[in-house]
């Protein structure tokens, strides 16, 4: 609380101070704010101003290529993931995972490019999402038992599936998007429901982190604490080595360990180890290398045609709806990490609508998840601080080049998987704290919004770990009821952290004594951006390119 004193008694004329007859009072005298003898204080404010480079403002070409292909690496390791996740579950060899690989890369950068373009118009990387998993471990389970004359047959049958259950599910969220119905909901995110939301999108991917780099620790926490040295401390040494390692530190640390992992695996450190080691270890046990394609063009229905059962769309409905709500907490960090403003309920409406149709055009082209916000590339514009849309636009590039010349695309798959997971230690653990500083638009010290911060983050985390945790290799989770369709929505919405964190939020904050502390819940500062010319700065971030607009209906903008 800010207290302040007025002074103005005047003395006598005639009396104290040498002031003579007539002579004017001394001026007020301010007090200053408590605490101020302990330090500055810093007011709330709207924008990064650290950015070298904000949304509109782009390095030179050659900055923008290598910083595009940096965002291609950092999108890989997620890709090559969730594919040796589920493709051997699926019966498929390491030529079909290849083609997956190269198939959701395609995906990702025609996503990427949609959205950059017609979409949020943010500098987001679209990129697989895990929040399919459990849906789609439900239809390889589903068909398991199904005759099959070998396990290719097998995998380009369930293949079809996926594909018929991506094509109809997307429909949910061009509804959602384009009927406004997202944009109308978002109003209700004020930054009380913000700050966990954004906070649990990073925090809610932990075991994507150290537990993933702890398999292959010698190699895993050197990357860790080469980039942590190199890019943080290194920099300050020299003013011309701090900003090419504060941008390109990563892509150095990355070549390097990389390196040191071949040279171990060359000089046989990893013969006598589990097969667990091996796998995260070794730079050649992907085998996509030698059975990847030189050339090879994803193309529409690649694996034939799409199966559609009832079943497996409602539990993809489900993964759908969850994308939507991930997505959603990654474009708020990605506004704030860009230098743009908050992304007004249009804009984030017509978004989803817009992945709602890249959800469409991967089950037409055969890819095994659909795509969501990439989480750690929006970590990567506050590692660079580079919050340009040009260099993000440059990276589909990459990811459509390496897509269709598969042999290059393998070579950079081929990377351990454990320098991936060390590089998100440092990525999600920055966009968790890009949803923390929007507590600044609050009333700290208010109770009830404490209560209501408090509540929602640990149960966005807690929640989904006990979920998590009692899932089995099946995909099925703990809601076991006769309908497999309804226990595959609840068990993946209730896996995802932000999902659970936006539920739970908005729900005590529009209900907890709401309209009596507008004030306090950063509603005055939040509200201008929910309308399309609430705040001068919308038009200026949001708008579509050259003059499309003129032509869109308004609805649709």
Known sequence: M??????????????????????????????????????????????????????????????????????????????????????????????DKARVIQSLLFMSGVNTLLQTWFGTRLPTVMGPSFSYIISVLAIINDLFDSDF???????????????????????????????????????????IVLVPAVCVVG?????????????????????????????????????????????????LCVAIVWAFAAILTVAGAYKNVKQQTKISCRTDRSFLLSSAPWIKIPYPFQWGTPIFRASHVFGMMGAALVSSAESTGTFYAAARLSGATSPPGHVLSRSIGLQGIGQLLEGIFGAVVGTTGSVENVGLLGLTRV???????????????????????????SIPLPIFAAIYCILYGIVAATGISLIQFTNNNSLRNIYVLGVSLFMGISIPQYFISNTNAAGHGPVRTKGGWFNDILNTIFSSP????????????????????????????????????????NEEFYSYPLRISEYIPTRFL
């Open 2 to 95: 800010v207290e302040t004193a007025h002074h103005n008694h005047q003395a006598p004329p005639g009396h104290g101070h040498g002031h003579g007859h007539g002579a004017p009072p001394p001026p007020p005298v301010v007090a200053p704010p408590l605490g101020a003898a302990r330090g500055p204080f810093y007011p709330p404010a709207e924008q990064l101003l650290q950015l070298h480079y904000c949304i509109h403002s782009n390095p030179s070409w050659v900055q923008t290529a290598v910083l595009g292909f940096q965002h291609y690496i950092v999108m890989l390791g997620t890709t090559v993931m969730i594919a040796t996740a589920l493709v051997p579950r699926m019966g498929g060899s390491p030529g």
């Open 149 to 191: 004359q070998d396990d290719h047959e097998r995998f380009t049958h369930t293949m079809r599936a996926i594909q018929g259950s991506l094509i109809v599910s997307s429909f949910l969220n061009i509804i959602l998007g384009y009927s406004n119905a997202w944009g109308k909901l978002t109003r209700h995110f004020g930054p």
């Open 203 to 251: 925090l809610g991917l932990f075991s994507r982190g150290f537990p993933q780099l702890a398999n292959c620790v010698e190699i895993g926490l050197l990357m860790l604490i080469l980039l942590v040295i190199s890019q943080q401390y290194l920099q300050r040494l020299h003013p011309i080595a701090q900003p090419m390692l504060e941008r390109y530190a990563l892509l």
């Open 387 to 413: 919050g340009s849309r040009r260099v993000v636009q440059i990276s589909t590039g990459f990811m459509i080049f390496f897509s269709i010349f598969g042999k290059f695309g393998a070579f950079f798959a």
């Open 498 to 537: 932000p999902t659970v964190a936006l539920i739970v939020g908005t729900l005590l904050d529009n209900t907890l004594e709401a309209r009596h502390a507008v004030e306090e819940r950063g509603l005055p500062w939040m509200v201008p951006f929910h309308h399309r010319k609430g705040d001068s700065r």
